[in-house]
């Protein structure tokens, strides 16, 4: 991919020039302090990080390259990672190259197919996804380049390990649901882009209507800076030279956890709950009552918050319009609407939060639930598809500006409280 590379060759050198004269010059300005509490509460809101793919601000929500995720909502994923490696949408010419270049990326090894059959019956499928993602790690250009290119240029071993991910991963996704729910194999078509690989294998069938939605669902968890678990913890990962595959495998461990990105499923369980006790159909009342008992009770109502954001997620708002438009009447969407606006009511009335709304994890799993893909266990697997395509073109640009290994340090308590004076 010649075009990507020259571009991305000179992007890189001006950034490297820019940062180490930002680093002479300011180097020992001081951004921001650090509280006790955010040393024990996860370093939430410590400002320790660089990324320049995006950004989440607490009104307008995730900023990708400067453009709101609404104004990038029809976009198709290939040209959000341009976007997201280059800083600017791809022309018509470079699309169609860049989509032929991944046409011929895109292929799975002939044992894959072995190796998932060989993995214990009932397997999670992130488990699967995961060692999946780790046995194709034998044939990293950036592991086999490594000692033989300068740190300058290890961006472009890189570029070559993401490449191949990002063409890879829809295909290597259905084959995983596809096998693992026993489901016959489908071929898809030769030449089909991104998405269409992706809806193809997973509902069996070409879908213009599911592609669209499937299409708003990638795009919008493409990207959310690297300050949350799954993207920090491949960028660390990264930062110590591993390679993209070693780098992905770690950020799915952390996405793979009940408080990140098994939220969606959890939130769909909690309507099939209210469903279970208050019938299919349950009256605006008695959902009121029920999500009631729940907080009295000190339960947390899954699907409403965020660690950054204090408006509505404008990613739950894209994905909600489409369902509203496409699944509107469903029993299961009108449940799950409700829900919404009675949680932010009683939220609000708690008083003790500081984003009420639900976030986009209250919708992912309802928008797959409607349109056909109901195993829950596997949401996860296809978050881990969408949020990948920042995490490679992260990798990439971390590699190219010279990003160090992430080194912070450690306190103990007893030090803490001796400078807390106590």
Same mark, same amino acid.
């Given at each position: 991919?010649?075009?990507?590379?020259?571009?991305?060759?000179?992007?890189?050198?001006?950034?490297? *020039?820019?940062?180490?004269?930002?680093?002479?010059?300011?180097?020992?300005?001081?951004?921001?302090?650090?509280?006790?509490? /955010?040393?024990?509460?996860?370093?939430?809101?410590?400002?320790?990080?660089?990324?320049?793919?995006?950004?989440?601000?607490?009104?307008?929500?995730?900023?990708?390259?400067?453009?709101?995720?609404?104004?990038?909502?029809?976009?198709?994923?290939?040209?959000?990672?341009?976007?997201?490696?280059?800083?600017?949408?791809?022309?018509?010419? *470079?699309?169609?190259?860049?989509?032929? &270049?991944?046409?011929?990326?895109?292929?799975?090894?002939?044992?894959?197919?072995?190796? @998932?059959?060989?993995?214990?019956?009932?397997?999670?499928?992130?488990?699967?996804?995961?060692?999946?993602?780790?046995?194709?790690?034998?044939?990293?250009?950036?592991?086999?380049?490594?000692?033989?290119?300068?740190?300058?240029?290890?961006?472009?071993?890189?570029?070559?390990?993401? @490449?191949?991910?990002?063409?890879?991963?829809?295909?290597?996704?259905?084959?995983?649901?596809?096998? =693992?729910?026993?489901?016959?194999?489908?071929?898809?078509?030769?030449?089909?882009?991104?998405?269409? /690989?992706?809806?193809?294998?997973?509902?069996?069938? /070409?879908?213009?209507?599911?592609?669209?939605?499937?299409?708003?669902?990638?795009?919008?968890?493409?990207?959310?800076?690297?300050?949350?678990?799954?993207?920090?913890?491949?960028?660390?990962?990264?930062?110590?030279?591993? &390679?993209?595959?070693?780098?992905?495998?770690?950020?799915?461990?952390? $996405?793979?956890?009940?408080?990140?990105?098994?939220?969606?499923?959890?939130?769909?369980?909690?309507?099939?709950?209210?469903?279970? *006790?208050?019938?299919?159909?349950?009256?605006? *009342?008695?959902?009121?009552?029920?999500? /009631?008992?729940?907080?009295?009770?000190?339960?947390?109502?899954?699907?409403?918050?965020?660690?950054?954001?204090?408006?509505?997620?404008? =990613?739950?708002?894209?994905?909600?319009?489409?369902?509203?438009?496409?699944?509107?009447?469903?029993?299961?969407?009108?449940?799950?609407?409700?829900?919404?606006?009675?949680?932010?009511? @009683? $939220?609000?009335?708690?008083?003790?939060?500081?984003?009420?709304?639900?976030?986009? &994890?209250?919708?992912?799993?309802?928008? @797959?639930?409607?349109?056909?893909?109901?195993?829950?266990?596997?949401?996860?697997?296809?978050?881990?598809?969408?949020?990948?395509?920042?995490?490679?073109?992260?990798?990439?640009?971390?590699?190219?500006?010279?990003?160090?290994?992430?080194?912070?340090?450690?306190?103990?308590?007893?030090?803490? =409280?001796?400078?807390?004076?106590?």
């Amino acid at each position: 991919m010649d075009i990507l590379r020259s571009r991305l060759a000179s992007q890189f050198s001006d950034s490297r *020039e820019s940062i180490g004269e930002l680093l002479r010059v300011n180097g020992e300005f001081v951004i921001d302090s650090v509280r006790i509490a /955010q040393v024990f509460g996860g370093m939430r809101g410590i400002h320790g990080l660089v990324c320049d793919t995006s950004s989440v601000d607490p009104t307008d929500g995730l900023i990708i390259r400067g453009r709101g995720i609404h104004a990038l909502k029809s976009c198709s994923p290939e040209e959000v990672f341009w976007l997201l490696l280059t800083g600017e949408l791809p022309e018509y010419d *470079e699309l169609l190259a860049f989509r032929q &270049d991944l046409l011929l990326r895109r292929r799975l090894p002939d044992w894959m197919d072995g190796f @998932l059959a060989a993995m214990p019956a009932g397997s999670h499928p992130m488990s699967m996804f995961n060692a999946a993602v780790l046995a194709m790690q034998g044939q990293s250009h950036f592991a086999g380049a490594y000692h033989s290119t300068p740190k300058s240029e290890l961006w472009q071993p890189a570029l070559e390990d993401a @490449l191949d991910l990002f063409a890879t991963m829809p295909l290597l996704a259905t084959r995983i649901y596809r096998q =693992r729910y026993g489901l016959a194999d489908t071929a898809g078509s030769a030449d089909a882009d991104y998405i269409s /690989q992706l809806a193809s294998g997973l509902l069996g069938r /070409q879908d213009g209507d599911f592609e669209s939605l499937l299409r708003r669902y990638v795009v919008v968890q493409s990207d959310h800076e690297n300050g949350n678990v799954c993207a920090l913890s491949a960028h660390v990962t990264g930062s110590t030279h591993a &390679d993209l595959y070693f780098a992905v495998s770690a950020g799915l461990n952390g $996405l793979a956890g009940h408080i990140h990105g098994l939220a969606a499923q959890d939130f769909i369980r909690f309507l099939h709950s209210l469903q279970d *006790e208050l019938g299919s159909e349950p009256a605006e *009342e008695s959902i009121r009552q029920a999500m /009631q008992q729940r907080l009295d009770s000190g339960r947390v109502l899954p699907g409403f918050g965020h660690a950054v954001l204090r408006q509505a997620d404008p =990613r739950f708002e894209i994905l909600y319009a489409i369902a509203a438009e496409r699944y509107g009447d469903h029993p299961l969407f009108t449940l799950a609407s409700r829900v919404y606006s009675i949680g932010t009511e @009683l $939220l609000k009335a708690h008083g003790r939060v500081k984003n009420p709304y639900p976030n986009v &994890d209250a919708v992912t799993g309802v928008v @797959l639930q409607l349109a056909g893909v109901e195993q829950l266990e596997f949401y996860t697997v296809l978050f881990g598809v969408s949020l990948s395509i920042g995490i490679l073109a992260q990798n990439v640009v971390s590699r190219g500006i010279g990003s160090p290994i992430v080194r912070p340090r450690s306190v103990a308590t007893a030090e803490l =409280r001796g400078l807390a004076g106590g």
